[in-house]
């Protein structure tokens, strides 16, 4: 996803190059699992301050279902524009700095947003983030039927053994003595006690 900028960047203002994307995902984001390549199409705008990257962009990803934790894959399509600014001149190969540019300082110093000394734009920080903005942060699978998600229904019938184990707490577990207790949290030992039958 890197794209050599070069010549745009020697052109005027409103020059515009467009690229078909089948880019495979594999090491974008180690936390991802991608079924499929980012296809879309990229349109790459020169403006006053650099490039502008624009698209319509797609992918899939594998998830957990957030019912029944059954693995599903799940349609992930996003718009993207962002601005990159380039660190040299093209023609003199002047470092630019930030205070040539108008914005904000920490989107100008953007390391992502930055179109390297080698004129190489890189798109695959935007696009990671995207991604993660892109997924829902539940994901279902794709049970719409009556009653109960069949999936979730055999994932409750392997846990049966652990629905039989009584789990049990009360105060007489504990074995730190009151001796041992922060004397902060000493008043609040009066609570643990049986109230007075007398009052």
Not at 22 to 31: A, Q, S, T
Not at 95 to 119: C, K, N, S, T, W
Request: proline share 7%; with cysteine.
């Amino acid at each position: 996803m890197q794209f050599n900028v070069a010549q745009l960047l020697k052109e005027p203002t409103g020059a515009i190059r467009r690229y078909e994307l089948n880019e495979k995902l594999d090491r974008l984001d180690p936390d991802l699992k991608f079924l499929g390549p980012l296809v879309g199409v990229l349109q790459l705008l020169r403006i006053n301050s650099g490039v502008l990257a624009t698209g319509e962009l797609s992918t899939a990803a594998q998830m957990a279902c957030r019912r029944c934790e059954a693995p599903l894959a799940q349609e992930v399509r996003f718009q993207l524009e962002e601005s990159f600014r380039p660190l040299l001149e093209v023609n003199t190969c002047r470092y630019i700095p930030p205070a040539e540019f108008e914005g904000e300082q920490d989107v100008l110093e953007d390391a992502a947003l930055m179109i390297d000394e080698r004129h190489i734009l890189d798109i695959s920080e935007v696009v990671r983030q995207a991604i993660w903005l892109a997924l829902p942060m539940y994901p279902n699978c794709n049970w719409s039927g009556p009653g109960v998600c069949p999936n979730l229904t055999q994932r409750l019938a392997t846990l049966d053994d652990l629905q039989d184990v009584d789990i049990h707490y009360s105060d007489n577990d504990v074995t730190q003595s009151e001796e041992d207790v922060d004397p902060r949290w000493a008043a609040l030992l009066k609570l643990r006690q049986p109230p007075d039958s007398d009052k």
